[in-house]
């Protein structure tokens, strides 16, 4: 299997070259040259993750040099659950539990594969290749955790001071001699600059430098693994297809369950649910595509306004019509999320975080309550408690792996916005 742009002016490349590269050289984003096309039957007397993973991803895996590791990779990737639960109180509904990895964010599964792949590109490299990271808080952890202690590689998180969550921060900054955080005296842009500059810079040559962010390949192709595998579980439970909802920003993890119901698996309708942040459902009902600056709504890590998946979305579906039946969206504004939160607090005592709170929204507000859908849940409450707690006026119990990483010890640096200081650190730190 080769990866292509979706700009089609790069040559195509293996899957380790895209992995590697992260962005194509044309500013596009890679994706398979064809989509392997699978029945039910190929998955008979699979249960687990790391099995269905390995089924469904080998032919993306097939001719290049990790094609052999991927068993490997799948087992070293897939090491948490991701249970798909029925509400009994709530109708016809489930909830696919992305949120179960050492940072309680389904960000953890994308990061947690690339770097499994990384690795093994790596073993052999004579020098470390480093990954920067700009966060505004979710992703720089995600990245962090997953690539923590590794060998040959290592991780530089940049982080605004004052930008991120206490419990954020912890995350960013409690890992092992691989992973440093700078804590930039600035805003998020400021971080992304530093990070651009640095991956462009001529100083900074003699460094393999690269980054991790949400749009590498690496990153999407694990995440259309819990879709295959909740379809299927519900295949098996009720002979009929899978239907999502799917909170939404930068649409990878949606295009992940574009890809797994273009590949065969039994889904059927895919439901995407934004905040305020209404690029999507609008260009869905207008044909219109205008992203913009993003607003800051209580769903932070899908404050989005450009979406960078969506080139993959339309690179799938070349007509608006095929798009337009392919999904439907809508928005969600804040105080619509925060009375999901409370109704679904006091009705089933279930807790939600601001992003998932969008899809049970949706689900509730624009679906026919008769038929069944499965609400994806992005992230844990307990990641979101300075929303959550005074809300329902309570506190949100911590998950074990969190609370682990909440009393670790702590490393940063604090460093300016000035490029020149940051470069210095890179080389010397
Ligand atoms: C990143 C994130 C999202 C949005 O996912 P996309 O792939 O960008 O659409 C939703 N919820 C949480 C908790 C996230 O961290």
Same mark, same amino acid.
């Given at each position: 299997?080769? /990866?292509r742009s ?5 040559a ?6 895209a $992995?590697?590269?992260?962005l ?5 984003? /890679?994706?398979?040259?064809?989509f392997?096309s699978f029945t039910?039957e190929?998955f008979a007397?699979?249960?687990t993750?790391?099995?269905i993973?390995?089924i &469904?991803?080998e032919?993306?895996f097939?001719?290049?040099?990790l #094609?052999r590791?991927?068993?490997?990779i799948c087992?070293?990737a897939f090491?948490f659950?991701?249970?798909l639960?029925?509400l009994?109180?709530?109708?016809a509904v489930s909830?696919? #539990?992305l949120f179960h990895?050492p940072t309680?964010a389904?960000k953890?599964?994308g990061?947690?594969?690339l770097?499994?792949?990384?690795q @093994? $590109?790596?073993r052999?490299a004579s020098?470390p290749?480093?990954? &920067?990271?700009?966060?505004?808080g979710?992703t720089?952890g995600?990245v ?7 060998a040959?590689i290592?991780?530089r998180v940049?982080?605004p001071a ?5 419990r954020?921060e ?9 992973? @440093?955080a700078y @804590?930039?005296?600035?805003v ?9 500059q640095?991956l462009?810079?001529? #100083? ?8 991790a962010?949400s749009?590498?390949i690496?990153r999407?192709?694990?995440?259309a693994?819990? /879709?295959a595998?909740a ?10 297809p899978a239907?999502f909802v799917v909170?939404?920003g930068?649409?990878?993890?949606a295009?992940?369950?574009v890809?797994?119901?273009a590949m065969? $698996?039994?889904?059927g ?6 905040n305020a942040?209404a ?13 913009r600056?993003?607003?800051a709504?209580?769903?932070?890590a899908?404050?989005v306004?450009?979406p960078?998946?969506?080139? @993959?979305l339309r690179?799938?579906?070349r007509?608006f019509d095929e798009l337009?039946k392919?999904v439907r ?12 939160? $409370?109704t679904d /607090?006091?009705r089933?005592?279930e807790?939600?975080c601001p ?17 069944h ?5 992005t992230a844990?409450?307990?990641?979101f ?5 005074p809300?329902l ?6 998950p074990?792996a969190?609370a682990?990483?909440l009393t670790?010890?702590?490393r940063r640096t604090?460093?300016g ?10 080389t010397d730190?």
């Open positions: 299997m080769r /990866y979706t700009r089609a002016a790069s195509p490349l293996t899957l380790g070259g $992995l590697t590269r992260g194509a050289e044309d500013g596009g984003l /890679y994706v398979p040259e064809r392997p039910r190929d007397r699979v249960e993750l790391p099995e993973a390995r &469904l991803l032919p993306f097939a001719g290049d040099e #094609e590791e991927l068993p490997a087992a070293d090491t659950p991701i249970p639960r029925p009994p109180r709530k109708g909830v696919l #539990e990895g309680a389904f953890d599964i990061a947690r594969f770097a499994a792949c990384l @093994r $590109l790596e052999d020098a290749l480093t990954i &920067l990271v700009a966060t505004s979710d720089g995600a962090a955790a997953a690539f923590d202690a590794r040959g290592e991780v940049l982080y004052g930008g991120v969550s206490p954020q912890q995350q960013l900054t409690c890992w092992s001699d691989n992973v @440093r @804590r930039v005296a600035g998020f842009d400021d971080c992304q600059r530093l990070v651009k640095a462009t810079s001529s #100083e900074l040559s003699g460094l393999r430098l690269s980054s962010n749009i590498n690496g999407l192709l694990p995440q693994v819990y /879709y595998a379809a299927l579980w519900h295949w098996r439970e009720s002979g009929q239907a909170p939404t930068n649409l990878g993890n295009v992940a369950a890809w797994a119901r065969g $698996l039994p889904i309708e895919l439901v995407l649910a934004t942040n690029v999507i459902p609008e260009f869905l009902s207008s044909g219109e595509w205008s992203p600056r993003s607003v709504t209580l769903a932070s899908m404050d306004g450009d960078s998946n969506m080139e @993959r690179d799938l579906h007509d337009e392919s969206a809508w928005a969600v504004d804040d105080e619509q999320i925060r009375a999901q939160i $409370l /607090y006091r089933c005592n807790i939600w992003h998932t709170a969008t899809g049970f929204y949706v689900r509730d507000h624009h679906l026919d309550p008769n038929r859908f499965t609400v994806v849940a844990h409450p307990a990641k408690e300075t929303v959550i707690e809300l006026d309570t506190t949100v119990q911590v074990p969190l682990r990483l670790l010890p702590t604090d460093i916005t000035d490029f020149d200081a940051f470069a210095a650190h890179l730190d």
